[in-house]
């Protein structure tokens, strides 16, 4: 079985902006990402990882529901990538899975 996760590697944040008249601090504007798949248990034989990375823009936030950047979680994050549009998750995963499968069985070789 394949499992799928995200990883956040970076943020990157205005330090000030000013919406609808409010002041925001180190306002996320872009996420930089990996969408990553495994099969089997790292170190042993049978250990198959694929991943692909990029970066998401965001947009100036709504200052009613901002969150500061300290208290950012995970999850917040994971919801922000999860409503990507292109490539969507889902799409992702199913690249995700065919290169694993190629890993397990492999079409080409460099000779």
């Known amino acids: 079985m394949i499992t799928y996760k995200w990883i956040i590697s970076s943020m990157d944040c205005v330090i000030q902006e000013t919406v609808e008249g409010q002041e925001l601090q180190n306002v996320v504007n872009m996420v930089h990402w990996r969408r990553a798949a495994s099969e089997g248990t790292e170190g042993e034989e ?29 999850q917040d994050c994971e919801n ?5 549009t292109e490539p969507t998750p889902a799409e992702m ?11 397990k069985n492999p079409v080409e070789e460099t000779l």
């Open 80 to 84: 922000w990538l999860n409503e990507m």
């Open 46 to 74: 049978n250990y198959y990882y694929a991943d692909v990375y990029g970066a998401m823009p965001l947009t100036s936030p709504d200052p009613n529901d901002f969150i500061l950047y300290e208290n950012l979680t995970f």
């Open 93 to 103: 995963d199913e690249q995700l899975a065919a290169n694993i499968e190629l890993q």
